[in-house]
């Protein structure tokens, strides 16, 4: 049932729409072989070039994926085994695990961060040299700062981690000392 009423709808859009009437041929200019060769060889390169670049694009994008997807996947445990404050201690990694995760973390960061500065670079060379159109242009431009921004979105995980692992740390210190200082007034 429901089948023929979906091949009833189909067929009462297609009615629905008239076909578009040709445009007027005297309105249509005639071009030589010659014009529209060159016109198809200029936006082929153009084609070719800002296809080159959206796909240097999705390349970084797809990094940047992976340094987030790392950093979610390893986040509870890596701010686990802490000193919580109420007493318990969670297991998680330990700090040579942390500082792997660190380190990987900005091994994953600056090369993302020096292939957008190139991206932006190549962007303003191509544009000089090939004749990117002017919305080709702005379309890289917004590309390039929707991947910087995007990068610093990661980058602001990071840091956040990084900081809540460094609180914590000063917390346990802070206690162990506490804890010391009670006992030698016990003694």
């Excluded at 190549?122 to 379309?139: I, T």
């Excluded at 602001?156 to 010391?180: P, W």
């Amino acid at each position: 049932m429901a089948l023929a009423a979906k091949a009833e709808q189909k067929r009462n859009l297609e009615c629905d729409f008239p076909e578009d009437p040709p445009p007027p041929k005297d309105r249509i200019l005639p071009t030589t072989a010659a014009k529209a060769k060159k016109r198809r060889a200029g936006e082929d390169g153009n084609i070719a070039l800002s296809a080159s670049l959206e796909s240097r694009a999705r390349d970084i994008q797809a990094s940047v994926d992976e340094l987030r997807a790392f950093l979610l996947s390893s986040r509870d445990l890596y701010l686990g085994s802490l000193w919580t404050g109420e007493g318990d201690l969670r297991r998680g990694m330990d700090d040579r695990q942390r500082d792997k995760v660190d380190a990987s973390a900005n091994g994953f960061m600056r090369p993302a961060n020096a292939l957008i500065a190139k991206f932006k670079a190549d962007l303003r060379a191509d544009e000089a040299a090939a004749g990117l159109s002017d919305g080709q242009r702005r379309h890289l431009e917004a590309v390039a700062e929707i991947l910087e921004s995007y990068l610093k979105s990661v980058c602001d995980i990071y840091s956040e981690q990084r900081a809540i692992r460094m609180e914590r740390e000063l917390q346990f210190q802070k206690l162990s000392r506490l804890e010391i200082k009670a006992r030698k007034s016990e003694l």
